[in-house]
């Protein structure tokens, strides 16, 4: 997700995809560095993320 927002990055704060409206993208590539090791602990958070975000209406 983009740390600033510009229109150079395709994924907003709030997970909606820029340009489209209501897609969410919760996907590990939309991160701005990947970790160099397992990708299974990072995609779990990611969701979870989007899941708080989505529930408190922000998203």
Do not use: E, F, Y
């Not at 740390?3 to 909606?16: D, N």
């Not at 489209?20 to 602990?41: E, F, I, Q, Y």
């Not at 979870?48 to 975000?53: E, G, S, T």
């Amino acid at each position: 997700m983009a740390a600033a927002t510009t229109a150079s990055q395709p994924v907003s704060k709030s997970i909606g995809k820029r340009g489209v409206d209501h897609l969410r993208v919760t996907d590990c590539p939309a991160t701005p560095s990947l970790p160099s090791g397992n990708m299974n602990a990072p995609a779990m958070a990611l969701g979870w993320l989007a899941a708080d975000i989505i529930g408190a209406g922000d998203g």
